[in-house]
């Protein structure tokens, strides 16, 4: 299996700028998160959904970001506009796990965004 | 609700010494998780923790959970360069929110050779 697959893995954007992260979850897997990570607040997780639908968005820090998981093979993540604050290492990961048991994630090798 | 809390933050070795993370909760866990992460690498998943007083090990990692499943230690038996990482304790079903996982801030170590 490929494991999750995050694009791009290098992203640098001036602020004001729109950013869009991409996931492909392992197939199969019932659920997928987005992790932010930084020196100061460690990892924090974002959003995530369950059979493609948003379980939880209380991490997102702000109207500027949204997620989206149109098909089970796909994620988003947006950031509209973009600012300074918003660099950090963006981690993708999917578990074969529900709602009553998380399970084992699966990370994806991160998109380390810098917004100048 | 606070995350679960681990200590120490950092943690210096000789190569060959013995290193021992904490991760503490106020509240009941269902279950613990426990992930590493290398040096400009992503999260890696080590094991699961259950059962009250579980204790498992993975060769010289071994992992356990309090009785009262309020805290977990992870206890590595002569560390190799090869452990230098950061290593997290996650709380599944954070808050009451189901499905969730909420990491601690991790423990930072370095070994030297």
């Known amino acids: 299996d490929a494991g999750v697959i995050q694009s791009p893995r290098h992203e640098v954007t001036e602020m004001g700028q729109e950013v869009t992260l991409r996931c492909k979850p392992i197939?199969?897997?019932?659920?997928l998160f987005w992790y932010r990570q930084t020196m100061m607040r460690g990892l924090e997780l974002l959003i995530y959904?369950?059979?493609?639908?948003?379980?939880?968005d209380s991490g997102m820090p702000e109207d500027r970001f949204s997620a989206k998981m149109p098909n089970a093979s796909f994620s988003t993540l947006k950031i509209q506009p973009s600012e300074p604050r918003d660099s950090a290492v963006y981690f993708c990961?999917?578990?074969?796990?529900?709602?009553?048991?998380?399970?084992?994630?699966?990370f994806g090798e991160g998109s380390r965004l810098t917004v100048l | 609700g606070q995350q679960v809390m681990q200590i120490p933050q950092y943690q210096h070795v000789q190569e060959g010494e013995d290193f021992t993370t904490y991760c503490n909760s106020s509240?009941?866990?269902?279950?613990i998780q426990w992930y590493k992460q290398r040096p400009g690498g992503h999260p890696v998943f080590l094991i699961q923790?259950?059962?009250?007083?579980e204790v498992k090990k993975q060769k010289r990692l071994t992992f356990q959970f309090g009785e009262a499943k309020k805290n977990s230690s992870l206890h590595i038996t002569a560390t190799q360069t090869t452990d230098v990482g950061t290593y997290f304790c996650?709380?599944?079903?954070?808050?009451?929110?189901?499905?969730?996982?909420?990491f601690g801030k991790g423990t930072k170590l370095s070994v030297k050779p």
């Open positions: 990961a999917s578990s074969p796990g529900t709602l009553l048991n998380t399970g084992e994630l699966f």
């Open positions: 197939s199969g897997h019932n659920s």
């Open positions: 959904f369950n059979n493609n639908v948003p379980i939880d």
């Open positions: 509240t009941t866990l269902s279950n």
């Open positions: 923790l259950v059962k009250s007083g």
């Open positions: 996650a709380d599944p079903n954070y808050g009451g929110s189901q499905g969730n996982l909420i």
